[in-house]
């Protein structure tokens, strides 16, 4: 074991990677600690447990989802309504392609790390499908705060939230479906979906 002093954010991401690829449930505790090169004993000064760990790499995960959106959706110029509205929709763009250009990347698409964990956990222990939830209700509410911004750019019948949930459905339908075929042209044509939603909810 090499002699080197991990931190806890170290360890979580070393084996986000492994555990992405092959899934909780079929990683063993000895693949972790090889792979993020720490002994059990460090590894239990930070996780009391292996499903602390997988608790632990959720939120780790959403925070890394989370500044890839908040860092586009944050953009705060001075504009009137009417712009505002049509840079929030933008926005809504820019999200899709941000999470399709991170996983277009991927050599063997994996799927989404959080959605993985929905099979991989939620019927192994109710706290999981509690977090999961929790963490995917904020992925959609961001999603949906953006809608709402451009509110005067959708039909009347449009409800942003609804529409919100569509979109992350659909995208995590997208990745799981991904995950089986591993196809490029696939996965664009999943992701086009999604700009076909947010393009039948605008006003002509």
């Not at 926005?91 to 899709?96: D, M, Q, R, T």
């Not at 995917?136 to 609804?162: G, S, T």
């Amino acid at each position: 074991m090499t002699n080197v002093k991990r931190t806890r954010e170290d360890i979580l991401e070393a084996v986000l990677e492994l555990i992405h690829r092959q899934g909780f449930q079929s990683t063993g505790l000895k693949e972790l600690f090889t792979v993020s090169q720490t002994s059990s004993g460090s590894f239990y000064n930070y996780f009391h447990s292996k499903d602390d760990l997988a608790h632990a790499l959720i939120d780790f995960k959403w925070e890394k989802i989370k500044s890839g959106f908040l860092k586009i959706a944050n953009d705060k110029d001075d504009w009137a309504d009417n712009v505002i509205a049509q840079k929030a929709i933008a926005k809504v763009y820019a999200l899709i392609d941000f999470m399709e250009a991170s996983h277009a990347e991927e050599l063997d698409c994996s799927g989404c790390f959080l959605g993985n964990l929905i099979v991989d956990l939620v019927a192994y222990d109710p706290s999981f499908r509690t977090h999961l939830i929790e963490i995917f209700n904020q992925w959609q509410e961001l999603i949906a705060q953006l809608l709402h911004q451009a509110k005067n750019q959708l039909k009347p019948e449009i409800n942003p939230d609804m529409l919100a949930e569509e979109i992350l459905t659909v995208m995590q339908g997208t990745l799981l479906m991904n995950r089986l075929y591993n196809q490029s042209d696939r996965l664009h044509r999943g992701f086009n979906l999604m700009r076909s939603l947010v393009n039948a909810a605008l006003i002509p």
